[in-house]
Every structure is written in structure tokens, then in C-alpha cells.
């Protein structure tokens, strides 16, 4: 009788996700040490002071935290379409990062509005929807803890992921239009781009995305593991399916 | 389309024969306007009324969120989703005939709800009834569209009715934006622009026809 | 013509397989049951065919087209464990609903037939959230046939009938055979089975590991095939 681990196999991408963890550890150290340099030797800002420093974080997380999303939510529609796992395990990875940028993002903002506007938080687009895409997060990822069946579950995320991505801009428009309430200091954040800013958040940016890539990779590679460790462990008598 | 007043009429019937979801939902909401009644202080006064175009859309998000969250639970008993689930039609048209009626069904609820709060904040509501109608109608198939839609996945899901909220908040903040905008500039000016009703018609849109392309997904097993 | 052609038919649940690259056959009229112990993929398959889910990979066809495919469900009635009935509307209302659903031409008078045929004229208008379970189960088949497929699809349907209701099934089982429908039998009853059907296949752990077809299929072959299919791997 041949052995049910075969099959598995040919499912996992353990190779891929594997061998390119190293690289994008290596790539993501350098940038990093980059960043850190340029953010550290930056000149300060002679309206807002040292606490604009937050921003060289604060905007690239707000970068990776979409990122990580949208490559949820595209994961989400190959899976659909494709009907190949592999994609469920790169979605499942990306909210999971994502959300941790998110919340990074979340709260770096509100200390660095503080240090500057006096005010912890503000309605406006920017900010809301922020927080509304860390309710999508929120959603997702609640949503597949409590869905039973792997099959069901990354359907079911797939469609969610799909539809959160649909949600964002329809939430921007609607703050925009009808909220009424204070502007994200953009204005603030683009007029002072001072000689020698520039870099700091171009690179920071890089950096934010790197992360992302590389705890995504670790992330299914994990996952890879874990799979592979269930399917040697199968008990054919468990009633799961039919 | 055969298939989506099948729906239509099967969910209705059911829900006459039971009430048991309108006779829930209207309890809770008349509960709800008690509850704001008695949490604003001083009662009905120019300043709480400025609130109330704000507290009738809550009263009716969660009327909506209880009907929405039973609306498939009939679905589950002796499995009569894969009935629904098998028919030879574009699933999406099974949604949309169960969207109808849950839409009806609240539609009732908030009929009767309105009236209520319109006694409680002493507000007459008359001379501007027919374009309430409209902006609760146009908000209300926002909610129930998106709605029923996960309503379909939250109650295959362990948390079920309670997962139901979670999915929709995201999607139930542009409705309620848009349509506490317009409905508060009815209360205050008699008259509401042109702006946050097309937004409405906007979002309903964009909800329904996603909604319809995915159904195929969601009635899978 | 063949109704039903599963090639390298593969649905996983995760990392467990339910059915493992399926390769089956099911010519238009003809009569195949699927026998097998719990757990080796029976009800998948037919869920599969009726197109309550998508297979994992491989492919599946109903009369042509994909069995996922609203075309193909129009031909499939499935009648499952459960008994798909809404408790607050009636017997008639049930089989209403269905065969509006369903498009069926003239569901008011398809709905009498039906009631007629399983025998619930009398208890035509009481809700069946009353109903004792043999009703039901006799509801649910006149349901899954409202609107009269082509290919009829039966997961232990004997489950819960006592022994007129059972003859009953089987009368009518044969009526559909006669007619020239397709059917496929889940059972567990292997001497049932070997009566009423054309070919057979023992599921083991998602594949088939017997088969069996002709003109008197035999019910010992049958009972051995399914014993070992039963029987757990040695260690």
C-alpha cells in the first residue's frame, strides 16, 4: 500500500521558502543597518524636534502593514482560482506579519502626534482606516482560528482577504467625504521633507518591505513544517472529511 | 431569478410562521431606545436630539446584526443549505433572494422602531418621512447585502452569530458614515444633498455585485 | 453516453486525503453502488457529484460538464443524511419550495404527485418539524426527486426507514431504474446493494479497491471485498 507522505510531497514548497530565508535575512540586516545609520545621523527637524524621528518608523510600518495585505488578499484570489494551498499559506503568513505592523504603526502614530499635535488621536482618513485595516486583520485572522476544516478555512479567509482589500478604499472615500474631522498632518509631514529626510524614509520603507518578506518567508516556512509534521502523523480512522 | 423569489418567498413564509426574528429584533431595538432615553441625560432636549439621527442607525446596525446572524441559522438545522447550495442557479441569486427578505424584515423592525423614537425624542418625523424612507432603504440594503452575505460564513464558523459583527464592522463603517450624514441633515434641514445618497448607492452597488460574484464560494461546504 | 466520469479524482482536507486520484465510470441508466467502511470516502464522492464542493485536483463530470457547474447540479438530485426539511413550513411547502427552486414547470401540481408517491398525502399540511424521522426521511427522498433528475444520487437512504417504508424505497428505487435514470447507491447493505445495482465499488481510504459489474453482481464477492476494505492496516 503506498505511503500516504508521499503525497504530501509533492504539496509542500519547503525548498523554496527555505533556501531563500537565508538571503532575505542577509538583504534585510543591511538594509536595516542602513536605516538605522541614516534615521540616527538625520538632521533634527526645526518645527517638531526629535520626536519626528518616530515618523522613520512610523511610515514604513504604515507601507508594510498595507503591503502585507494587499498580498493577503491577492493570495487570497490564486487560491481561489488556482485551488493550490501553497497560495493559502503565503495569505495566512501576510496577515499574520502585516498585523504586526499594523499595530506598530498604530501605535507609533498616536506618540508621535502627541509629541507634536498634543493630541493622541485624530478621525481623519488616514488614521480611521488605518485602524479599520487592523479590524480587517482582526477579522481575518479570527475568522480562520474559528473555522473548522482546513479546506472551509482558506476558502472562506480567501473571500474575506478579497473583500477587506474592497473595504479600504470605500472607508477612505466615506471619512473623506462625510467625516468632517481633522486633517492627518500630511502637510506637516511633506512641507518640512528637509535636506538629508528623504533618504531615511526611502530606506526605511525598503526596510519595512524586506521585513515583511522575510518574516512572510519564515512564516510558511513554518507552516511547511508544521504540515509535514501532521501528514507523517495521520490517523485514517479520524473522521475528518467523510 | 426563479430561484431568487423561491428564496424570497420560503424565507418570508418561515418568518411568518415563527416571527421569531422580527419579534427579537424589534424588542431589542425598542429596548435600545429605552436605554438611550434613560443614558442621556435631561431626556429629550435640543442637544440630545442633535444625537439621535446617530442612535437610530445604532439601533438599527444591531437590529440588522441579530436578524442577519439567524437568517442562515434556519439553514443549518436538517442542512437545508445544500439544497441552496445545489440548486441550478448562480448562487448569487440565493443570496440575493434571502438579502430581500432579511432586508423586509428589517424594514419592518425599523418602521416601528422610528416611530418610537420619534416619541421618545419628541421629534415629528412626518414632514419628512418619505426621504427617511429612502435613506434607511438605501442604508439598510448596504447592511443587509453585505450581511447576509457573511452571515453565510460566520454561522459556519464556531464563534457563529458572534463572528457576524466582527466580519461586518469594516464594511458597515462607509453605510453608517454616509447614511448618519444624510439622515441627520434630514432631521436638522428638512432636506438632504445629493452627496452622501450617491455614496450610498455607490457602496450598495459595489456590495452587491461582489457579493453575488462571490456567493459561489461561500455556499461551498 | 456516460453520466458521471471521475479521472485521477483527488479531494484533500488539509493534508488528509478523502479520495485519492479516483478514476470512475458511470454509464447513463445504469445502476452503481459504493460500498465501503466509514471514513473511505463515500459520502465524498458523492458530494463531490452532486456539487456540494470542488475536487482538490483531477477532474469531475456530470452529463458533459463539470460537476460544480449549475448545469450539471440540474441534473443531480441528491438525497443525503440529513433531511434538508424547514420545520416551520409544511410537506407540500417543502416540496414547493424545492420544485420552485429547482424550476420545476408546475410545482403545485408536481408537489401532489410527489406526496402521493411517498405517501404523505394525509399529512400533507402539517408542519414537518413534527414529523416522526421515517416521515421525514420519506419527505427528504420525495424532495431530492422534485424535479425528476437524471442522475439520482443516495447516501444511505434506508438509514431510519422500518421495513414497509424500506420496500417502499425499494419499489421506487427500482420505478427510477426503469425509467432509465442514473442511479448511485451509497450503502452499507451489501446484499441490498448486489439486488439492486448494475456495478459496484468498495472504497478503502479513498480509493477503489474493488470493483465489480454485470448482469447479477454477487453479493459474496461483494462481502469479502468489503470485510478487507474494513479491515485495519497491520503494523
Keep these: ?242 | 431569478m426563479n430561484a431568487l423569489l423561491a428564496v424570497l418567498w420560503k424565507d418570508l413564509l418561515t418568518e411568518w410562521r415563527s416571527r421569531d426574528r422580527a419579534v427579537a429584533m424589534l424588542l431589542f431595538s425598542m429596548l435600545m431606545v429605552v436605554i438611550f432615553h434613560f443614558s442621556l441625560p435631561g431626556g429629550a432636549t435640543t442637544e440630545t436630539r442633535a444625537y439621535a439621527p446617530g442612535l437610530l442607525w445604532v439601533a438599527y446596525v444591531f437590529a440588522a446584526l441579530l436578524g442577519l446572524g439567524r437568517s442562515f441559522a434556519i439553514e443549518l438545522e436538517n442542512d437545508a443549505i445544500e439544497g441552496l447550495a445545489r440548486a441550478p442557479v448562480d448562487r448569487g441569486w440565493v443570496l440575493l433572494g434571502k438579502t430581500i427578505a432579511n432586508l423586509l424584515i428589517l424594514g419592518f423592525v425599523q418602521a416601528v422602531t422610528a416611530c418610537i423614537f420619534a416619541l421618545v425624542f419628541e421629534m415629528d418625523l412626518t414632514p419628512v418621512a418619505l426621504e427617511l424612507i429612502g435613506v434607511v432603504a438605501l442604508g439598510s440594503l448596504g447592511l443587509c447585502s453585505v450581511g447576509t452575505f457573511f452571515a453565510a460564513v460566520a454561522v459556519r464558523t464556531r464563534l457563529r452569530e458572534v463572528m457576524l459583527p466582527l466580519l461586518a464592522l469594516p464594511f458597515y463603517t462607509p453605510v453608517l458614515v454616509a447614511a448618519s450624514r444624510a439622515t441627520t441633515a434630514l432631521f436638522e434641514t428638512g432636506s438632504v444633498s445629493f452627496e452622501p445618497i450617491q455614496f450610498l448607492i455607490v457602496i450598495d452597488a459595489s456590495y452587491l455585485i461582489a457579493s453575488f460574484i462571490l456567493s459561489d464560494f461561500v455556499l461551498d461546504e | 453516453m456516460t453520466a458521471v466520469i471521475a479521472r485521477e479524482l483527488e479531494k484533500r482536507f488539509g493534508s488528509t486525503i478523502g479520495l485519492d486520484r479516483i478514476d470512475l465510470e458511470i454509464p447513463t441508466g445504469s445502476t452503481m453502488a459504493i460500498l465501503g467502511p466509514n471514513g473511505a470516502g463515500k459520502s465524498t464522492l458523492l458530494r463531490l457529484i452532486a456539487g456540494l464542493a470542488r475536487p482538490s485536483s483531477g477532474s469531475l463530470e456530470v452529463g458533459g460538464e463539470s460537476a460544480h457547474h449549475r448545469t450539471a447540479r440540474a441534473r443531480v438530485g441528491f438525497i443525503g443524511h440529513a433531511t434538508g426539511l424547514y420545520p416551520e413550513l409544511t410537506a407540500r411547502e417543502n416540496l414547493i419550495f424545492a420544485a420552485r427552486l429547482r424550476g420545476v414547470a408546475n410545482p403545485g401540481a408536481r408537489a401532489e404527485e410527489q406526496l402521493a408517491e411517498a405517501g404523505l398525502t394525509r399529512a400533507a399540511d402539517r408542519r414537518t418539524g413534527g414529523f416522526s424521522r421515517g416521515m421525514a426521511q420519506r419527505l427528504s427522498i420525495a424532495v431530492g426527486l422534485i424535479d425528476e433528475p437524471e442522475i439520482v444520487l443516495l447516501d444511505e437512504p434506508f438509514t431510519g426507514l422500518d421495513r414497509t417504508a424500506s420496500d417502499r424505497l425499494v419499489e421506487r428505487l427500482m420505478g427510477l431504474r426503469q425509467s432509465d435514470r442514473t442511479l448511485v447507491l451509497v450503502s452499507h447493505d451489501v446484499t441490498l446493494a448486489a439486488r439492486l445495482a448494475d456495478a459496484a465499488v468498495v472504497l478503502r481510504r479513498g480509493r477503489i479497491a474493488h470493483r465489480e459489474s454485470g448482469d447479477r453482481l454477487d453479493p459474496t464477492t461483494l462481502e469479502d471485498a468489503y470485510s478487507a476494505a474494513s479491515e485495519r492496516d497491520v503494523a
Design chain 1, 1 to 242: 500500500m503506498a505511503n500516504p507522505v508521499s503525497n504530501q510531497e509533492a504539496i509542500s514548497t519547503a525548498p523554496v521558502a527555505n533556501r531563500a530565508l537565508p538571503i532575505s535575512g542577509a538583504v534585510l540586516a543591511v538594509s536595516a543597518a542602513i536605516w538605522a545609520y541614516l534615521a540616527y545621523f538625520a538632521p533634527l527637524d526645526h518645527v517638531q524636534g526629535l520626536i519626528q524621528k518616530i515618523l522613520y518608523v512610523h511610515v514604513p510600518c504604515w507601507f508594510a502593514a498595507y503591503a502585507g495585505f494587499a498580498l493577503t488578499a491577492v493570495c487570497g484570489a490564486l487560491y481561489l482560482w488556482k485551488n493550490d494551498e501553497r497560495f493559502d499559506r503565503v495569505a495566512v503568513a501576510g496577515a499574520e506579519v502585516g498585523v504586526l505592523f499594523c499595530t506598530l504603526g498604530l501605535v507609533t502614530g498616536p506618540i508621535w502626534a502627541k509629541g507634536t499635535w498634543g493630541h493622541w488621536w485624530a478621525w481623519d482618513p488616514r488614521l480611521t482606516v488605518t485602524l479599520v485595516l487592523w479590524f480587517i486583520y482582526l477579522a481575518y485572522l479570527l475568522l480562520r482560528s474559528f473555522t473548522e476544516g482546513s479546506t472551509r478555512t482558506a476558502r472562506f479567509a480567501s473571500v474575506y482577504g478579497i473583500a477587506g482589500l474592497a473595504a479600504i478604499p470605500l472607508n477612505y472615500f466615506a471619512i473623506e467625504l462625510f467625516g468632517g474631522a481633522a486633517m492627518h498632518p500630511d502637510n506637516l509631514e511633506r512641507g518640512s521633507l528637509g535636506a538629508g529626510m528623504g533618504w531615511p524614509f526611502a530606506v526605511g520603507v525598503l526596510t519595512s518591505l524586506l521585513a515583511l518578506l522575510h518574516l512572510v518567508l519564515l512564516r510558511v516556512d513554518l507552516e511547511n513544517r508544521r504540515i509535514a509534521a501532521n501528514s507523517t502523523a495521520t490517523d485514517w480512522d479520524s473522521d475528518e472529511g467523510f
